[in-house]
């Protein structure tokens, strides 16, 4: 079956470190591949996507390459802030599907 | 536009009680999707709707029921009560069935059942 797997967290950084959260996922055909962010006390909130292989999301500094071959979708940031604290998820949707398949989802805390 | 609401944000249920989650959203999307989130673990699909009159069960759909009567409205229900409902319940929506469609979501009712 379909499912997702992310790199256990918490993460904690220093202001202005590198980020990666690690995904990969099993699925057969070729899924759509996203990152939502949930900021505390709030709901979840689209971050990327990627809808076919080698394609690169990005937002808001954020970056993640749709890998086919190593079936990963890693999630990047060159600097993080402080405002970048939340959690993570990694989540597809397979056509054959009926709604997005997340993963356990990664919690980041960056201090100043 | 106020997006995907729901209601109420907090509430406290004794074992064997009903309540309703409501759920509502503005912009006309056909797919409205229901799901629970346990700590430390990922989003799970409890019902969805692909339109007024339309629904099926997600992956955890017990002790749950649903009904869709009108595009903007999709009201959750918990007919007995249990300790293993107790979770964050979150209300999505989308204009298409995903693929590269983004799912728009509320911001979370927590629910405690003692």
């Known amino acids: 079956g379909n499912s997702v797997t992310q790199m256990e967290g918490p993460v904690t950084l220093s202001e202005e470190a590198f980020l990666t959260i690690n995904c990969t996922y099993t699925?057969?055909?070729?899924?759509?591949l996203f990152w939502y962010v949930q900021y505390p006390g709030e709901g979840l909130q689209l971050l990327l996507k990627?809808?076919?292989?080698?394609d690169k999301g990005s937002n808001k500094g954020f970056e993640a390459t749709y890998r086919k071959e190593t079936t990963s979708f890693h999630l990047e940031k060159g600097s993080v802030q402080v405002s970048d604290s939340a959690v993570y998820f990694c989540?597809?949707?397979?056509?054959?599907?009926?709604?997005?398949?997340f993963g356990k989802g990664t919690t980041l805390s960056v201090s100043s | 536009n106020a997006g995907v609401t729901q209601t109420p944000k907090f509430r406290i249920l004794k074992i064997g009680q009903s309540m309703t989650l409501q759920c509502t959203q503005d912009?006309?999307?056909?797919?409205m999707y229901w799901y629970r989130q346990d700590p430390g673990m990922g989003l799970k699909l409890i019902y969805y709707?692909?339109?007024?009159?339309?629904?099926d069960k997600g992956e955890v759909p017990n002790g749950y029921n649903v009904s869709r009567s009108t595009t903007e409205d999709f009201p959750l229900r918990l007919e007995l009560a249990a300790p293993s409902q107790t979770s964050v319940y979150f209300c999505?929506?989308?204009?298409?069935?995903?693929?590269?469609?983004?799912?728009?979501f509320g911001p979370g009712t927590r629910l405690t059942v003692t």
């Open positions: 999505a929506s989308s204009l298409l069935a995903g693929g590269p469609d983004e799912q728009y």
């Open positions: 699925a057969t055909g070729y899924p759509s």
């Open positions: 990627a809808t076919k292989a080698d």
């Open positions: 989540a597809l949707f397979n056509q054959a599907g009926t709604a997005l398949i």
């Open positions: 912009m006309n999307h056909n797919y």
């Open positions: 709707s692909v339109g007024a009159g339309i629904t």
